[in-house]
């Protein structure tokens, strides 16, 4: 069964910092990876999908790298900012469903 | 571009009641998916259909739960008999499978606002 851990669980950084935010999973096989935020009692927002035969996505301030064969990707955050604060979770997806880790509470202090 | 919703958003209930979430996904998608998340934790899957047809459920669904998605377009997930346990955010996501990059296929999903329930 796919399993998939996020390290580190908490994180709190002063703004402006650039950080680096790590996922593993054990299956190589995967499908997709994919990022999301989620803001306290709300649903999942989508960052960034990476197909598997990629290695990298970019969206703004966001860059997600995809590493099959070690079972890791990282999602890098530049120039963090205060609103950037939430639980950041990765996804890894087979053909039929997505396997969730337990995320990433990330607090970027003013 | 509407999204895709969730009703209710909060549900509260007594042990013993039964409830049912509807999930509205958005329109051209063919995929809809339900997942269930507790405090601290991702989001766990349930069950997932493809159209109207439900390919997969997991052994966290109970025979107390059960979903439909008639005519491939919204979905319920009913829970009966409810549970202290059962309580936890429901979430529902619905993607659209295209062709990927070297030959597999790729669908990203959408995340609705989910519904809360707590049973008392």
């Known amino acids: 069964k796919q399993e998939v851990t996020q390290i580190p669980a908490a994180l709190s950084v002063p703004e402006g910092e650039n950080l680096v935010l790590n996922c593993s999973f054990t299956d190589s096989a995967i499908y997709n990876l994919q990022w999301f935020r989620q803001d306290p009692g709300k649903g999942l927002t989508s960052l960034l999908l990476?197909?598997?035969?990629?290695r990298e996505q970019t969206s703004g301030r966001l860059n997600a790298s995809l590493d099959k064969s070690s079972g890791r990707s990282t999602l890098y955050i530049a120039a963090s900012q205060p609103g950037d604060s939430a639980t950041y979770l990765c996804?890894?997806?087979?053909?039929?469903?997505?396997?969730f880790g337990s995320g990433t509470k990330l607090n970027v202090k003013p | 571009d509407t999204g895709v919703s969730q009703d209710p958003r909060h549900k509260i209930t007594k042990r013993g009641q039964n409830v049912t979430f509807r999930c509205d996904p958005i329109?051209?998608?063919?995929?809809l998916y339900w997942y269930r998340q507790t405090l601290g934790q991702g989001p766990e899957f349930l069950t997932y259909f493809q159209n109207e047809a439900q390919l997969e459920k997991s052994r966290l669904l109970s025979d107390r739960f059960s979903a439909e998605r008639p005519k491939g377009s919204f979905s319920t997930l009913e829970i009966q008999r409810t549970e202290q346990g059962d309580s936890a955010m429901y979430l529902c996501?619905?993607?659209?499978?295209?062709?990927?990059?070297?030959?597999?296929?790729?669908?990203?999903?959408?995340f609705g606002p989910g519904t809360r329930l707590t049973v008392t």
């Open positions: 329109s051209e998608h063919n995929r």
């Open positions: 996804a890894v997806s087979n053909f039929n469903k997505f396997y």
């Open positions: 990476i197909q598997s035969s990629q």
């Open positions: 996501a619905s993607s659209l499978v295209r062709p990927g990059l070297a030959g597999s296929p790729t669908y990203e999903q959408y």
